[in-house]
């Protein structure tokens, strides 16, 4: 995907900046069990929000590794036990 911007309006690494994503699982609930600490979401069902938001893209993207590491283990330890 590109975007393309004006250049007056290219992100800077310390511009602040928010994500939100929202993905269905069939055991929503454990996963999101494994987000308590990681961030800010909402589980609705089968559908888990992830909303985060930082003082920089750098920390921002940090959050996004720590959030998606946090959620593949969490789906591998759910497939390891069968419950997925």
């Known amino acids: 995907m590109s975007v ?3 250049r007056n309006q290219l992100m800077k690494k310390n511009d602040s900046s928010h994500f939100e ?7 929503a609930r454990a996963l999101a069990a494994s987000l308590v600490t990681e961030c800010n979401f909402i ?3 089968n559908s ?15 959050r996004w590794n720590s959030l ?4 593949i283990a ?11």
Request: a negative charge; hydrophobic letters at 35%.
């Open 43 to 45: 589980c609705n069902g």
């Open 4 to 6: 393309n911007l004006p």
């Open 48 to 62: 888990i929000t992830v909303s985060e938001k930082a003082e920089s893209v750098v920390d921002l993207r940090a």
């Open 21 to 27: 994503i929202t993905f269905t699982h069939s055991d």
């Open 74 to 84: 969490s789906e591998h330890a759910l497939s390891a036990t069968g419950e997925d």
């Open 68 to 71: 998606m590491r946090g959620l």
